[in-house]
């Protein structure tokens, strides 16, 4: 697939697929990362007097109550304040009325739809990859861009299925992540530092078994280092734990001994209070929330003799005040650090934006899995020819 701004894309109907899957509350735009990662692309097309017709999804569509608490409606009155052109509201994902909404849109002027997955909520047409529905997007352009990073691992009607019918391209959004992510697996200036965290380790066992041997360390923490510490023989009480995998995570711990760093020390959640624990004291009803200093210690040591560091999911409870001490003070430390800090989608970017560090680090992907599926497999399925 080519980079849009190799060709030449002038006076054009074109339909763009972006990520728009921000967090809203209360009607209100808590991050619009996404949203200011998308104008490059836009501004683009419309400075060459192209018409865009803009898809994306937000949330899940499963009820008619998840319809009206998943709108773009918030998204279309801030591209409103951030794009000076006529930009118009499909409420309608299909039909007659999108159709003479489409056709009516006149050059520079941009037409963005309602969520996608609105499409969901009668057989899944969207995320099914319905080949009616992508046919019927299609048929609003004549040129299709896909600009959705986050969404390109996913094989949806909006991203996958349109690419059948129209002359394709990837936008600027995708040809960043691109370039950054390839520096990143291809040359990482060396020591190169893994920091891997999040809740279940079967979702990022592919990841970390793919950066095992090109890293020189891996750094684990959150429900992720639980699964490793069981595999050591340490109690790790009522935390959670993957105990299907413990076998392929003693397999990687014997590899690759030398790399792996595992937490020396938590704070817990036991009956229901906050409490201190060392490696050897982690007691049967304890819950591990949260690494402690001793841990911080050794992983700044660690960071602080590294050059590129990638930081997948979080060390913690990040969400809950209580445990919020082991990710924060871990991101200050990359953050002081002269290493070219990569942070790869998904909770590690909204933990970052949560807790200060938004302009912080070298690159943040916009990513999620899309992320990790582009370390593993190096394509996406929506990117490929």
């Known amino acids: 697939m080519k980079y849009f701004k190799d060709s030449i894309i002038e006076n054009k109907k074109v339909i763009l697929r972006c990520d728009l899957n921000v967090t809203i509350k209360d009607n209100v735009i808590l991050d619009d990362t996404k949203i200011i990662k998308s104008l490059d692309t836009i501004n683009y097309l419309l400075n060459n007097n192209n018409s865009i017709i803009i898809l994306s999804h937000l ?141 279940k380790v079967e979702d990022k066992l592919m990841l970390i078994s793919e950066l095992l041997p090109i890293c020189d360390n891996l750094i684990v923490g959150g429900g992720i280092a639980n699964t490793f510490i069981h595999a050591l023989g340490y109690n790790v009480g009522k935390s959670l734990l993957s105990l299907e995998n413990v076998d392929e995570i003693k397999e990687l711990i014997n590899k690759y001994k030398e790399k792996i760093i595992i937490p020396i020390d938590f704070y817990v959640s ?79 970017v909204t933990a970052t934006n949560k807790l200060g560090f938004n302009n912080t680090f070298y690159y943040k992907s916009t990513g999620g899995g899309a992320t990790l599926e582009y370390i593993i497999n190096k394509n996406m399925s929506a990117l490929e020819d």
């Not at 941009?110 to 997007?137: A, F, G, Q």
């Not at 009607?157 to 992510?181: D, Q, R």
């Not at 200093?293 to 602080?304: A, R």
């Open 59 to 199: 949330g899940k569509v499963k009820t008619e109550e998840d319809k009206i608490k998943n709108t773009l409606y918030p998204v279309y009155l801030k591209l409103k304040e951030l794009i000076n052109t006529n930009i118009y509201f499909s409420e309608y994902t299909s039909g007659e009325e999108l159709k003479t909404l489409s056709n009516k849109l006149k050059e520079k002027e941009i037409l963005l739809v309602e969520n996608t997955r609105h499409e969901d909520l009668i057989d899944k047409k969207e995320s099914k990859c319905n080949d009616e529905l992508s046919k019927y997007w299609a048929s609003l352009g004549e040129v299709f861009i896909n600009d959705a990073f986050g969404t390109s691992h996913r094989c949806h009607a909006s991203n996958y299925g349109i690419k059948k019918y129209l002359p394709t391209y990837y936008g600027s959004l995708i040809n960043e992540e691109k370039n950054k992510l390839d520096e990143l697996i291809n040359n990482p200036e060396k020591p190169f530092l893994v920091v891997m965290g999040g809740a």
């Open 270 to 348: 036991y009956n229901d209070s906050k409490e201190y624990r060392n490696l050897d004291e982690l007691k049967d009803e304890d819950i591990i929330f949260d690494i402690g200093e001793k841990t911080i210690e050794k992983y700044s040591e660690i960071i602080n003799n590294s050059n590129t560091v990638f930081i997948n999911g979080t060390v913690g409870l990040y969400e809950n005040k209580d445990y919020e001490y082991g990710t924060k003070t871990l991101l200050e430390k990359l953050s002081n650090s002269n290493a070219k800090v990569f942070v790869g989608g998904g909770d590690a």
